[in-house]
Each structure stands twice: as C-alpha cells, then as structure tokens.
C-alpha cells in the first residue's frame, strides 16, 4: 500500500518516541491524581476527560494544528515546493488536515479511552455511562468538522494575509473552535429554538426540537453534512491554490444546498416563508464570498477578455464566488417580492425596540425593500471593489470592513431619532412607499460608485512598464 | 524541451512580462540574467506552474504546464530564491518525502535517494537533520530534493545566493553533473562570473522582454570583436612599439620597452599576422593573451544597447 507522502511527512514530524510514551504515561498519572484527590469520582472523570479530549484536545489544539499545518509550510519557505510536487490537490487536503494533527487524534485518542474506562466503572457501579459512539462520533467527526473549517479558513486567509501568521491560525484556530462549540458541544438546535421562543417569533417545534428524541439523529446529521462540506471546500480552496482551473459548480452546489435546506427547514407554507432564511443567507454569502476573494484585477480582466472572445469555459473558471452568490440572492428577492402581497401583517411586538420597528416599515412595502436591499448590496460591492483596485488594496479588506460597519446603522439610527425617517432609503435598505424616495438616492450613490470604481478600472488596467 | 509562447504577465498596474518567446534546447544549462525587477523570478514562476499567466503557455515536452500542472510538475524541478527545508527531519527523510510526492515507485526511493545524495555528495550526511546543516549543504539538499525524480527540466532561481566560494564551487560543479545526465537546466543569478563557468546558454530578460537568447559564445563572439591583446617581453626591447605601429588593424592602448596592450577588430587572422610579426622580428615574446570579454562586461554591454533597440530582442 502506498502511503500518502504528505501524511508519512506528517507522522514523521508529529511522532517522536518521547511523544508516543509521554502521553499516555502523563495521562495514566493525571488520572490518578485526580481520582484520588476527588474521592474516586469516576462520573466527574469522565466529564474532565470527555471536555479535555473534545473541547481542548480536538477543539482547540487540533484546530490550531490545522491551520498552522499551512502557515508553517508558507512561513518556512517550503510551501512553493510543495506545490510543485506530484501531489494532487485530494491527496494533499487529507494529507495535511489529517497528518498535520496526527498526534492531536493520538491523544484525543486516549481521552477517549479514559472516556470509556470511566463509562465502564460508573456501569460497573450501577449507573449510567455515556455512550461510547456517541463520544466518538464527538471526538472523531466533530473534530474533524472542526479543524477542515479551520484549515479552511487557513487556505483562504493565507492567500491574502500570509505575513500575518499568528493573526491568520489565530482567527482560523478561532473559527474552526467556534464550528465546534456550536456544533458539537453547544447543542446550537436547542439554543435557538429557546431564543425563538423567548423573542415571541414564531418556533417550530417539530424542526428545532430541543429535547425531542429525533435530536440526536438530527444532530449527527447536521454535524456529518457540515463535516462534508468543510472537506469539500478545504478540497475545492486547495485546488485553487495548486493552479488547478474548476469551474464553480461546488460553490454553485452549496448554494442550492443552502436553498434546498432553508426551504425543507422552514415551517411556512408560502414560498416568501421558504425563501426568506436562504434569501438572508444568500446575501451574508455574498459579503463573505467577496473578502474571501483576492479580488484580483488581473483575474476580473482576464474574465472580461474571456467573455468579449465567447470562451466559456475560461469565463466562468475565472467568475468569482461572489457573483454566483449575488444571482442567487437576486433570484430569491425576485422570488419573494413575486409572492408576497404588497403590505404583510406582523404580529403586535412587545414594546418594538427602533431597529424592530424599522424593520416593521421595511416589510410594509416589502418589494421595494427587497429591490432596495439588491441594490445597497451592488452599491457595496463597488466600493468595496474600488477599494480593491486603489493603491493601498493591501488595507481593503479591513478599509471594507470599516465602510460596511459604519454605512448603515449609525446614519440610520441618527436620521430616525431625528424623526426624518422619509429620508431612511437614503442611508439603508428600508422603502417608505415613495419610489422618488425609495430609489433615487440609491441611484445616485449606485451611479457614483459605478463612477469610482471604473475611473480606477481604468486607470489600474493601464498597463505601466517598470 | 521547453516551448515559451507569447507570455504575458501581469501585476495589478504594470506588465511583468511583455509576449516574452524562447524555446530552450535540451541538455543545456541556459544562464538567466537581467536586472532587479527585470521579470527574471516571475519567468520562472510562470514557467514553473505556480503563476497562471494573462496569455501565452508554456509546453514541456508537448504538456501544457498550465493545463496539466501536476504532470508537467512530475517532469520538472524548481528551485525558488527562497527556498525552505524540514528542519526537523533527516536529510534521508526529506530526500524521501519528495520521491514520494513527485511520485517515485517506492520500490525505487531507495535508489533515487542514494542516487541524488551522491550527485550532491550529501551520502555522509543523510541521517544528519536539516536544521543542522550549513547554507551550502542546504543548498545542495535542496537541489538534490528538485532533482531526486530525474527531471528532464529544472530551474533554479539565485542558487548561489549566500554561498561561500567553495560552495559556489561545488554548485557548478554538481550542475555539470546534472547536464551531464540529461537534465536541461535554467539558472538565474546576479553572480555573472560564475554563470560564465557553467552556462551554454545566455537568456537576457530587460523590462519583461527578452532582449537577447542563444548560445554564450554567440554572445563573447558578437562583443569579443575588439579583443583585447596583451604582450609582454623577456626583456625591454625599444623595436617593441615601432613594430606595433606598423601592423594594420590594430590600436595600441598603452606601450613600453616591455609590455603593450592593444586592440584588435580583425579576429583571429590579425592575432596571428600580430605574433608571427613579433616572433620573426625576433622580438622575445614570453606572453601574447587575447583577453576573452567576460561575461559581465558583455552583459552591461548588451544591455546598454538595448537601451536603443525597438522591441523584441535578438534570439540566437
């Protein structure tokens, strides 16, 4: 059998003799230690070692060596070697993912057993031990949920920041530790349909069924799809990064997946019901899509060139995420704004706080927001590309974060307490029922965007000689 | 062996590469020179597969390195300026490791190892970890790692970068080796008297174009015309610079009773016509050097007169 080299590579690094006795030895006479300093309490063992083994070992530390397994290679120097080997993009996602913390599932590996040894005295004693699968499946798949998402994120963030090495492991270790604590450990499905129901919105009991007996299946269930994905993209991020041209059809793959899932999950029984949690979802995705792109000119123009001589399959390898993510959300707004009738009844709120009721005079004329909200996004996303295409693009993304984080809310919530709430379609996605109000504004700043980033277009696509 | 065809790179704002063409023949190491900036890293990172060009493609051996990188990587070796190792792994382990992943048979790591340890004489050194070694021995572990598969085509960018003389020695020595058995190699460096050791080929790159490519010959030929000649004497003979003056075709520099130095347009019949001249005039002639142009005065020669030279270059 021919091991995978990346992972042999790996093993080599992570396994030293001293490592390979010092933790088991270290844990034997931790756990001796602490049962006998808790009165032998095998029931309190098995939590410690079930949090140690799952939330420390695979959540955090796992996650950590993930996305480090990258950094380490980009900071060494050896990552451009890398990617000139023979190793195909499948070959080296599995190889570094799993390889890069092999010694994190060797020791998740023993918290395990420990797991199980007290499983097997607190049965012993006559009560209920924690099912072995169940730990397992946590440890196992929840980690690898975890530490994909994060050497994930790694790939990507390694693509725009990669002389950033702590901050980036740091936010991808941050992100993959979050997938678990929400996934895994934070039993998330109950969470939300607690919140629900405390915010008076309507729950639906048979989908987020906290405390149903469905809950675990449904949960292994959501845990398994979210760990497929997390490898898909870590699969799909690699092959981008090793030269290899795919058109987007996994991106395209997930959005439908998204649309199918938000639709099968939601208790309406009207398309706008159906449609609403994917249209939401639709637009995060296409902000996250946009700073997740290099946001490369080159690349735009070659797509542009591509398009001009009709060759496809160039033209579409070269379309960005965040295009594919844009139709969709324009789709489903379209698909919303068809079905709904033009003003929605809303369930009489608890003393509706301003942000609620803004959101009441929003779906009051719910057509007009929607076109208004596709139109604000465009408007973003050519600032946000004009910010890209400026001299100091190293700073776009956080410029871009700083724009998105100050266009909205502040000018909306001073022109409301202003009582100008008319003017509200100026400064954000809300229609008051005045197309005059609703879309000029928007067209003009749509209009001078457009200005802005095309008079940088220009200038940056003209091509100077050092 | 290797087929450039009209590449085009580009940097958000300028051109790195501008419908830069080449073929290079096998089994020759071509030197790669040209300025800072010149797009001479860029080239071979193109070359290479790690940078998709704007237009143009590179073929390796009838494989488009673009379209089917991994295959293409199978057959090539690169060498990044800076280039990185497992310090924490053996020289055996990380020989090893890239036989492994540019996908030699396990049953022949073993002799790919050995083999490319012994071509960079590292056999000593394979259970000694990388982290330990020094600047010269990992340069030469990191070339034995982009050639361990037996490219036919390897690059190497700055390799002698950092290097002592004796390693930068030893480097063109370990890169005859590997032309000798078969590999075609580019090398780019600053350091142009050591190219002159080593290079068949010279491929000048000046703002993203090639401003000339062929055999090295071709170019000490074309500048060599005006050789320089120096001539010393056993001892002072005043006959020295009378006879001098007289021959045709040539300029003295600077003349005693016992040296001269001169130039000469008229290649090598005018050097013999000189000799036999001072030899019959029974002049005592202990040395007569035709002083070849080195490379590096070649080199700042061309690219002065490329200064003036419409776009394209010269290709040999």
Known sequence: ?466 | MIRVEHLIFDYPGHRALDDVSFEIAPRTITALVGPNGAGKSTLMRVCSGLERPFAGRVRLQDIDVHESPREAHQRMGYLPDFFGLYDDMTVRQCLEYRAAAQGVSKQNQCDAVDRAADRMQLTDRLNQRAGELSRGLRQRLAIAQATIHNPSFVMLDEPASGLDPEARIGLAGALKTLCAEGMTIIVSSHILAELDDYSTHILMIRDGRIVQHGPLSTLEGRIDDPATISIELAAPDARLAEILAAVPGIVVQQVDDRHATLSTGGGAATRQALLKGLVEAGLPVIDFTAEKLRLQDAYLARMRAADGEPRGGKSG
């Open chain 1, 1 to 466: 059998m021919r091991i995978n080299p990346e992972f042999r590579r790996n093993v080599w690094v992570q396994f030293t003799w001293t490592r390979l006795l010092a933790a088991p030895l270290l844990t034997v006479i931790a756990c001796y230690a602490f049962l006998l300093v808790n009165n032998h309490d095998y029931r309190l063992l098995q939590k410690v070692a079930e949090f140690v083994g799952g939330s420390v070992i695979v959540g955090l530390w796992g996650t950590r060596r993930a996305a480090d397994s990258l950094a380490e290679e980009v900071s060494g120097g050896t990552w451009e070697s890398q990617r000139m080997s023979g190793l195909g993009a499948w070959q080296m996602t599995w190889g570094k993912l799993i390889g890069s913390a092999s010694f994190v599932w060797y020791c998740a590996t023993i918290a395990f057993l420990v797991v199980l040894w007290s499983s097997n005295r607190i049965e012993a004693l006559g009560g209920i031990g924690r099912p072995p699968l169940q730990v397992a499946f946590d440890f196992y798949v929840g980690g690898l949920v975890a530490q994909a998402a994060a050497f994930s994120i790694a790939l990507l963030l390694l693509r725009k920041a990669a002389q950033y090495r702590r901050l980036t492991i740091t936010l991808a270790q941050t992100c993959g530790f979050l997938v678990y604590f929400l996934f895994v450990r934070g039993d998330f499905s109950e969470q939300l349909s607690v919140r629900f129901r405390a915010s008076g919105l309507p729950s639906n009991e048979t989908f987020w069924s906290g405390g149903s007996p469905e809950l675990d299946l449904a949960r292994g269930f959501a845990i398994g799809v979210t760990c497929l994905w997390s490898i898909i993209a870590a699969y799909r991020l690699m092959r981008t990064e090793l030269q290899y041209r795919s058109l987007p059809w996994v991106w395209t793959l997930f959005l439908v997946f998204v649309l199918v899932l938000g639709i099968s999950a939601s208790p309406a029984e009207n398309a706008y019901g159906w449609l609403a949690i994917p249209f939401l979802v639709f637009v995060l995705l296409t902000y996250l899509s946009f700073f997740a792109d290099n946001r490369d000119p080159v690349r735009y123009r070659w797509a542009l060139l591509a398009l001009r001589d009709r060759n496809w399959f160039e033209m579409i390898s070269a379309i960005p995420w965040w295009i594919i993510s844009y139709v969709f959300a324009a789709v489903s707004a379209v698909a919303i704004a068809w079905s709904l009738a033009d003003v929605v009844g809303v369930e009489s709120m608890r003393e509706p706080t301003p942000a609620v009721r803004m959101f009441i005079m929003a779906v009051g004329h719910p057509s007009a927001s929607l076109a208004l909200v596709m139109l604000f996004m465009l408007r973003d996303l050519l600032v946000l590309l004009w910010l890209s295409c400026s001299p100091w693009r190293s700073k776009a993304d956080v410029a871009g974060i700083i724009y998105l984080a100050l266009a909205y809310w502040p000018l909306a919530a001073i022109l409301w307490i202003s009582g100008l709430p008319h003017l509200l379609p100026v400064v954000a996605p809300i229609a008051t029922g005045n197309i005059g109000t609703d879309f000029v504004p928007i067209g003009i700043e749509l209009a001078f965007a457009l200005f802005l980033f095309y008079a940088r277009w220009r200038e940056i696509t003209k091509l100077k000689r050092r």
